[in-house]
């Protein structure tokens, strides 16, 4: 079966040093291009296309002699198109499809949706192309190790080795781009779509998760969650249980601190603190007198020993305990006498 027509796509999408051509049929690359592979310098591991000059055409719809220049990968693109089998969507631009320099970024029509595919158990890395995924301490890691011979590259052999520490593998993922005129085209091709192809995993003790695993049907206008949005989640839900518990700790300290300033003026509610000129202070009872065994501080009985007494008639007077001994100083208290010009007269 032929391929479809395809209408030319309009000026923004044909940028001549970054669009690539369209990608309207099921795009298989080989198993070989979900194999690691061990940059020149051992610096790192990439898959597909990386920092190195090496790598295989076939791993590329529509690759170029050209696209062996790393200028070439700065930014890039197929239109309209949709994800190779064994990738799928983890990205999506609307507004801007950025490039490895601020300058390479392209601004997107309001007609236009960019979107960034890579292999299984990849995910969105920067720069509108660039995937990665997390290599775990001990994780067993089959690859190939290319060297130049010359002005050619020898790919050498398989080599299977234990990673001695945590890292992450990149590698250039396929962008592409549509507009909502391109679903007609689209639409059967996607539907022709199959399982991903079946890479050789690595043995060891724990499994590789930079091959793919299991049957996954490309979905290249809805973007996948991608593990920074679910890691921003997991971080805003952290930060607000911290803000409530920051809060109610600060309200349960405010409140323990006003508490104890409302003893310190008002007493516990069982009495009040009666402060006196020369820093003693009693206890005042409600029942009608101060309580001398709660003295903290005590005073010359001549000043404060009087005790208020009612009589029958409730009516207050002012009585001294003539006679009686003061427990804290050892002295009698003598009588008080008011002087008549003293007493208010109604």
Not at 212 to 238: E, F, M, W, Y
Not at 240 to 261: C, D, E, G, P
Not at 269 to 296: E, K, P
Request: with cysteine; aromatic share 10%; hydrophobic share 30%.
């Amino acid at each position: 079966m032929g391929s479809p027509q395809v209408t030319p796509a309009p000026a923004l999408l044909t940028r001549s040093d970054f669009f690539r051509g369209p990608l309207t049929s099921v795009f298989t690359p080989p198993s070989s291009c979900f194999q690691l592979t061990r940059s020149q310098d051992n610096s790192n591991f990439y898959v597909g296309h990386g920092a190195d000059r090496y790598f295989d055409p076939s791993c590329f719809p529509s690759a170029k002699s050209d696209l062996q220049d790393i200028k070439y990968w700065t930014s890039y693109y197929y239109s309209p198109a949709i994800c190779p089998q064994g990738y799928s969507t983890v990205e999506i631009f609307h507004t801007n499809f950025p490039g490895f320099e601020k300058s390479d970024g392209v601004p997107l029509g309001p007609e236009t949706s960019a979107g960034l595919c890579c292999p299984s158990g990849y995910g969105y890395s920067a720069h509108g192309h660039l995937c990665s995924s997390s290599i775990s301490r001990n994780q067993v890691l089959s690859y190939i190790h290319p060297t130049t011979t010359g002005q050619s590259w020898n790919q050498g052999s398989l080599t299977t080795s234990t990673a001695s520490a945590e890292s992450i593998v990149v590698g250039n993922g396929i962008p592409i781009w549509w507009q909502k005129t391109d679903e007609a085209v689209l639409a059967p091709v996607r539907a022709a779509a199959t399982a991903p192809p079946s890479t050789s995993s690595s043995s060891g003790t724990q499994t590789s998760s930079l091959k793919p695993t299991g049957t996954q049907t490309p979905n290249d206008h809805q973007g996948a969650r991608t593990t920074n949005s679910k890691l921003s989640i997991a971080v805003g839900v952290v930060v607000f249980i911290v803000t409530v518990l920051a809060a109610i700790l600060l309200f349960l300290m405010y409140r323990k601190k006003s508490q104890k300033k409302r003893n310190a003026l008002y007493g516990t509610g069982r009495s009040a603190d009666i402060i006196n000129l020369d820093g003693g202070y009693h206890n005042y009872h409600h029942q009608g007198g101060y309580d001398r065994s709660a003295s903290v501080s005590p005073v010359p009985p001549s000043y404060y020993d009087a005790k208020f007494k009612y009589d029958a008639d409730a009516q207050p007077k002012n009585e001294f305990a003539v006679g009686e001994l003061d427990a804290s100083i050892g002295t009698k208290v003598a009588p008080l006498e008011l002087p008549a010009s003293s007493v208010p007269r109604r």
